[in-house]
């Protein structure tokens, strides 16, 4: 298939799909849309980015149009529903389905926690054509008898393996219960572990299955790579990356939400304006802070891992791991944030002695091993973690580059390259003036050293 006109899809969404200059689908929307109009059930594997909410939602619009009854809907009634694991994913997931069905004249809801939810039973009081849902807020509402979902003919379940990392599994299996038996159901995942399986097979009827990139790959246009610096110097290390000019807008991701606000603090003592979105942040704060992110407003944004999969803007040059995520799956998520809509990003983790488990883990699961990047002047490499080559002093790496540019038989500086080799500088990648997310100082941008007295002791997990 290489056109949408030829796909079946109803003309109001083709003319909606030609004014929105969408013309050729991707694979996975070329690949899942003829199978679910022909009523099977689908298991997805694609990453975050290649157009997989079109796959579902084009098809589903179709279906429901073609099913619609004059007269009013049953009160409190939904015919699709659709579940995801955050309430950014649930906001980007219904605005999609209002921009694509803006023709067809369905009814389409959001419903999720962080926000009062006396409006919500409002909204649903008349009936739903499509409601999209987090899991915790859907049952809050069926437990206030507030929705009924014996309607349903169509079911969702977006970002499966973060729901099951966020401990929904058994909300999901309440959630089923009250579904009818006979109905669609579409699982996607962006990785396929066995614990995805194993729930496809619960809710999943001899589905077909749809594949379009190796399970838990990493985005082929992001360059991934390294430092090996010591817990302590990693603030005052990310502050001097983010002033580099090639860094335009920046998603820095850390372990914890303490983290996440401590680490805001420390960008703004080196003169970096960031917000911070995790999930003791109120929804209105949340949606505050994406939206100045996404208008350019504010060019960094530091985030645990709910935001890993709720942020789509194609704009975001360069994603930091700050923290290596604990689950390994999680990382696969993270970078995906940038290289989006057919660009180019760079993944850059910044990792300690306490984390070098976690790497391994990442790169047994992508089958990528991290580049490894020299660190600037002034810094002291973790030498438990870095490669040999990269236990040089900055003077010796200096000599090797220099008899390396005189033709001399020297050895390689920095650490050996793999895939995502010869990207990226090596080097001082210090603040530079004018850098545009920077605010007007005269200091180098390199931190306040008070901020890193606090300890290095990794703070107990808690949820995103």
């Keep these: ?27 996975i929307q070329a690949q899942s849309i003829p199978i679910l109009l022909e009523g099977h059930d689908l298991l997805g594997i694609a990453q975050t980015g290649t157009g997989k909410t079109a796959s579902f939602a084009l098809p589903i619009l179709h279906q429901l149009n073609l099913s619609q009854k004059d007269g009013e809907r049953p009160k409190k009634s939904v015919r699709g529903l659709v579940l995801a694991p955050t309430r950014e994913l649930a906001t980007q997931i219904g605005n999609s389905f209002r921009e694509y069905g803006k023709l067809l004249g369905l009814r389409i809801n959001v419903v999720m926690g962080g926000v009062p939810i006396g409006k919500q039973i409002r909204a649903l009081e008349k009936g739903t054509d499509v409601l999209i849902a987090t899991p915790g807020r859907l049952e809050d509402l069926m437990q206030q008898k507030a929705v009924t979902l014996n309607h349903v003919t169509h079911l969702v379940l977006d970002e499966a393996d973060q729901m099951l990392d966020m401990g929904f599994i058994h909300v999901l299996k309440r959630i089923a219960s009250a579904l009818p038996k006979k109905r669609q159901t579409l699982l996607f995942s962006a990785t396929m572990p066995k614990e995805i399986e194993a729930l496809s097979q619960q809710f999943l009827t001899n589905p077909e299955k749809v594949s379009v990139a190796p399970v838990s790959s990493t985005a082929e246009r992001v ?14 290390l990310l502050s001097r990356l983010l002033k580099d000019r090639e860094v335009t807008r920046a998603i820095v991701f850390t372990r914890t939400k303490h983290g996440a606000n401590r680490l805001v603090g420390q960008l703004d003592k080196a003169n970096l304006d960031a917000l911070a979105i995790h999930g003791n942040k109120t929804q209105n704060q949340r949606q505050k802070a994406l939206n100045a992110f996404r208008d350019g407003e504010c060019a960094i944004l530091v985030a645990t891992d709910v935001a890993a999969r709720g942020i789509d803007i194609p704009q975001v040059s360069h994603v ?34 306490g984390e070098r488990n976690l790497l391994r883990a990442i790169e047994r699961l992508t089958d ?7 660190l600037p002047d002034g810094f002291t490499q973790d030498v438990k973690d870095a490669p040999a080559e990269m236990t040089k002093s900055p003077r010796d790496r200096r000599k090797d580059e220099f008899a390396q540019n005189s033709g001399g038989k020297s050895g390689k500086s920095g650490a050996g390259r793999g895939r ?16 545009p997310n920077a605010r007007k100082s005269s200091g180098n941008g390199g931190g306040n050293g008070n901020s890193q007295r606090r300890s290095s002791r990794r703070p107990a997990r808690t949820s995103s």
């Design 1 to 27: 298939m290489t056109h949408f006109n030829e796909l079946g899809l109803a003309a109001p969404l083709l003319k909606t799909l030609e004014a929105l200059g969408y013309s050729t689908p991707t694979p």
């Design 320 to 353: 930091f791991n700050f923290d290596l995520p604990e689950v390994p799956e999680q990382y696969v998520h993270r970078i995906g944030r940038t290289a989006r809509a057919g660009r180019e990003g760079e993944a850059v983790s910044l990792i300690c002695d």
């Design 420 to 435: 995502n080799s010869g990207k990226r500088p090596s080097g001082n990648r210090g603040g530079r003036d004018g850098a």
């Design 368 to 374: 990528v091993k991290l580049d490894g990047l020299p």
């Design 223 to 236: 360059n991934q790579s390294a430092y090996f610096v010591k817990q302590k110097d990693k603030a005052v």
